[in-house]
């Protein structure tokens, strides 16, 4: 057996104990919570090698999750025999729109209107690639709207402090997102792209908060927008730290990555 062999041994054993641990924690809130339905795990796969999601794919992971393009596209391409439902969950420039659609199934981080633009023309340009190429067709991109949850005052602090030491952590970490009030109108926006799909909602608990009464809020958001887009179902919340209270706030997709993959190596 080759060294090279081995590692990649040692390295499946041991996400599949971590994917185990995760797995348990998830049907345990799950069971406490009184809910019959699982939520779906996302497994963020971000700072982490191409060979990772294969070993998590053969572990029976179906949904991957990324926050930067470039590492996303690379990634995708070199896994592009796997059946996987691939998320982007990071901030998104709108010049890489067109990128994104290439290998993202769904795009979680939906913010402001020129996004949605951004995308609507990038699916269409897919559209017509794929035709001329004779590819089969992709059909729409399921997106999400990411709201930012923080209350007034954690506003009002975070306007206060200069970001911290090392760079934007917040972008890093996916914090950001719309307003609870813009969330209608961007709903709108992608309700009138044929491209576009409306999903649901994503958010991240804010620093330094009470996830429970972040991802509460999170529900109500939901609730309001499943009364005009009924079919809007999906709540993107819990990340390792806080998947408990987002199982218990009755979130259906959770996105994890360090409790699964390890610690990442520190934020750029
Ligand atoms: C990195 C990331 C996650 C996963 O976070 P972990 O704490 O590693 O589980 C989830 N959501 C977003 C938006 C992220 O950027």
């Known amino acids: 057996m080759t060294g090279q062999s081995s590692d990649s041994e040692a390295r499946r054993a041991d996400l599949a104990e971590r994917l185990g641990r995760v797995r348990r924690r998830i049907a345990d809130a799950t069971a406490a919570a009184g809910r019959a339905d699982e939520p779906e795990l ?6 982490f090698p191409a060979d990772d999601v294969r070993h998590l794919a053969a572990l029976g992971v179906r949904q991957v ?5 470039q590492e996303a596209g690379a990634k995708a391409a070199d896994t592009d025999d796997l ?8 901030q998104l420039q709108t010049n890489k729109a067109k990128s994104v659609v290439k290998y993202a199934d769904v795009v979680q981080s939906i913010d402001r209107p020129q996004l ?9 340009r897919e559209h017509e690639r794929r035709a001329e190429d004779g590819l089969p067709d992709r059909g729409t991109l399921e997106v ?14 975070d306007a206060r402090e200069p970001a911290p030491e090392g760079g934007n952590r917040a972008a890093t970490l996916g914090r950001g997102g719309a307003a609870p009030a813009d969330v209608h109108s961007l709903a709108a926006l992608v309700e009138e ?4 799909e409306l999903g ?4 991240v608990a804010p620093l330094g908060g009470e996830p429970a009464a972040a991802f509460a809020r999170l529900m109500r958001i939901s609730r309001e927008l499943q009364q005009e ?3 809007a179902t999906t709540v993107s919340a819990g990340m390792s730290q806080d998947l408990e209270e987002a199982v218990a706030a009755g979130a259906t997709h959770l996105r994890i990555g360090s409790d699964v993959l390890g610690p990442r190596p520190p934020l750029r």
């Open 229 to 231: 887009h009924p079919h």
């Open 116 to 124: 949605v633009a951004a995308l609507g023309k990038a699916m269409r």
């Open 144 to 157: 999400l709207i990411q709201v930012d949850l923080r209350t007034a005052e954690q506003l009002e602090r």
């Open 200 to 203: 649901g909602v994503m958010a």
């Open 65 to 69: 999750g990324e926050n930067r393009d």
């Open 193 to 196: 792209d044929p491209n576009l």
């Open 83 to 90: 059946v996987l439902r691939r998320h982007f969950i990071g």
């Open 42 to 47: 996302i497994v963020v796969t971000k700072f």
